[in-house]
């Protein structure tokens, strides 16, 4: 079994800087697992945000957040972060920390592992 922990999420104004964690833990994890996050907010369907390879390298982001927000992952803490800049008021959802072997089946939504998510919310 795998869990994964997301902490890091509050309120925000708009503008601000938020940084998300996800811890992941369990006998079967494997620091070779892409690792990604999605989000959902209320009303709407969940959606990829971002994700990045065993390695820390070839991150990939929904147009949405590109240039402001930043994944990386520290391998030694089974840990994968996301550095949020510039947060808008669509930033406003529930954080959801994915893990997969397969970096194709992450992004469609099909991951094995999912937390239990964060709540980020960002005021005007």
């Known amino acids: 079994q795998v869990q994964l922990v997301e902490s890091g999420g509050g309120l925000v104004q708009a503008g601000g800087s938020l940084r998300l964690s996800c811890a992941a833990s369990?006998?079967?994890?494997?620091?070779?697992?892409?690792m990604g996050w999605f989000r959902q907010a209320p009303g709407k369907e969940r959606e990829f945000v971002t994700r990045v390879s065993w390695s820390g390298g070839s991150p990939y982001y929904a147009d949405s957040v590109k240039g402001r927000f930043t994944i990386s992952r520290d391998n030694a803490k089974n840990t994968v972060y996301l550095q949020m800049r510039n947060l808008k008021l669509e930033d406003t959802a529930v954080y959801y920390c994915a893990a997969d072997p397969s970096p194709t089946r992450l992004e469609v939504g099909r991951s094995h592992y999912w937390g239990q998510g964060t709540q980020v919310t960002v005021s005007s």
């Open positions: 369990g006998r079967t994890f494997s620091s070779s697992y892409v």
